[in-house]
């Protein structure tokens, strides 16, 4: 299906002064991003590429105002829009609230972007949506709102009118979906769940998921049966499985501390990693470019094997010029401390004890006094489940934690010969150093 681009830019044009709209009238209009107006400065248009200012004289308070006036109200996050279109204005204020700059953001409906997952979309399944800002997270968001509107009763709850468009009747982009408007962002996770309570949704959709209140609401939406198709804040899986806010979306981490059997048979720490629960969303979709998509079908085999340390498969969906879709497949894997344990943080362990220890077994470690220069965390099995919001996420983030039964100098002392690298450990780090020092001498020779 060959992509249709509706994007009323005129409408958008029409609210500037007429000095910067004769600047915009360009053969690079079809390709502008954004204009942005700052008080003093001159004004700029951006592109995908590149961008340009539109004038040499700057932007003054009467052209400030003559926007302002053209455009709708603004909200408490201080967006606003133009009726019935996809544009966004962003307001920059002062400290006084007055409105010294503004960020004038074109819309664009497209149609033609998700034929790459129409497999996906027919099967049924909760998708989430990832990308950097700008990808077109929102633009594939829309479209898919409107496909399924044309079997399914979908409800959008539209944060910021992105979605729907500025204004009471909602933009023709979404067909026949309805749309329901969040007054205040942070009440956004209320009106999620009004959604299903007032309207009865098939399928629910729900733009930038950003804190536990929005994630909480969804896992209740998805509790009740209904299809979920979302964004959040996050590039792929694994920034989401190191995110503590947002984790939950995708199954939420939580770390077990298994028996001395049960670590050797596993081969692994006391302290692992585990999946807490079912995950909200059922499929991840990582939008790398408006081409290009890394689909996961399982969220919760791909986060159990990432958590072990392995690799989740990943297929590769690219749309070429000719629009033919090619399909391959790839691992991600989460980022692993491979270096040997030098630097241990005590947390309610004595740290005199922990010294103590070091020099009795004569181990070559460092007590640290910041969590960020640690290789380990060493603590208490009664302290485990107080640790601060800092360390538990280093520990999603994978810092290990070493827990002891008691703060007994004997359970210090034997906590410090297993954390001990081995002779062996010592050497084969020595041979890294040496390898990658000898890589770096290399690259200089050949630069000069």
Do not use: W
């Not at 079809?30 to 961008?51: C, I, N, T």
């Not at 400290?95 to 099967?123: P, Q």
């Not at 299809?227 to 899986?237: F, Q, S």
Request: glycine fraction near 8%; include cysteine.
């Amino acid at each position: 299906m060959a992509r249709q681009i509706t994007d009323e830019l005129d409408v958008l044009l029409g609210v500037f002064p007429e000095r910067i709209k004769k600047a915009l009238e360009t053969p690079q209009r079809e390709q502008l991003l954004e204009v942005v107006l700052d008080l003093g400065r001159p004004p700029e248009a951006r592109y995908p590429d590149s961008f340009v200012y539109l004038a040499e004289e700057p932007v003054t308070r009467e052209e400030l105002a003559q926007v302002v006036q053209m455009i709708g109200e603004f909200g408490s996050d201080n967006r606003a829009g133009i009726e019935r279109t996809l544009h966004r204005i962003s307001a920059l204020k002062n400290r006084r609230g007055e409105i010294i700059g503004l960020t004038c953001r074109v819309g664009r409906a497209v149609s033609g972007t998700i034929d790459i997952i129409a497999d996906i979309i027919k099967e049924g399944r909760s998708l989430l949506l990832l990308g950097k800002p700008g990808v077109g997270k929102t633009t594939m968001l829309r479209e898919i709102a409107k496909e399924l509107a044309e079997s399914k009763r979908v409800v959008i709850v539209d944060t910021s009118n992105e979605i729907g468009g500025d204004g009471d009747i909602p933009h023709p982009g979404i067909g026949r979906a309805r749309r329901l408007q969040v007054p205040r962002h942070d009440l956004q996770y209320q009106v999620m769940i009004e959604a299903v309570e007032n309207h009865m949704p098939e399928v629910v959709v729900i733009d930038e998921i950003g804190n536990s209140f929005e994630a909480d609401a969804a896992r209740t939406i998805a509790e009740r049966g209904v299809m979920l198709i979302g964004t959040a804040h996050g590039i792929t899986l694994k920034n989401l499985i190191s995110n503590p806010t947002l984790v939950d979306l995708v199954g939420g981490v939580q770390s077990v501390t298994l028996g001395d059997e049960e670590a050797r048979r596993r081969g692994t720490q006391k302290s692992i990693l585990e999946r807490k629960q079912e995950p909200t969303f059922e499929t991840v979709i990582e939008i790398i470019d408006r081409n290009t998509l890394a689909i996961i079908k399982n969220i919760g085999e791909a986060v159990d094997t990432l958590l072990k340390g392995g690799s989740a498969y990943q297929e590769i969906r690219k749309r070429e010029e000719d629009g033919q879709i090619i399909v391959e497949e790839k691992e991600q894997s989460l980022p692993r401390r491979t270096r040997t344990i030098r630097n241990i943080y005590p947390y309610g362990v004595s740290r005199n004890k922990v010294l103590d220890a070091i020099d009795e077994v004569k181990a070559p470690l460092v007590v640290v006094r910041n969590i960020k220069d640690a290789d380990l965390i060493l603590t208490l099995k009664s302290q485990y489940n107080k640790l601060p919001q800092e360390i538990r996420e280093s520990e999603v983030r994978g810092l290990p934690v070493k827990v002891i039964r008691s703060n007994t100098t004997i359970q210090v002392q034997n906590a410090v010969r297993e954390i001990a690298p081995s002779a062996k450990d010592e050497d084969d780090e020595i041979l890294s150093v040496m390898i990658q020092n000898g890589e770096k001498v290399l690259e200089r020779f050949k630069k000069q």
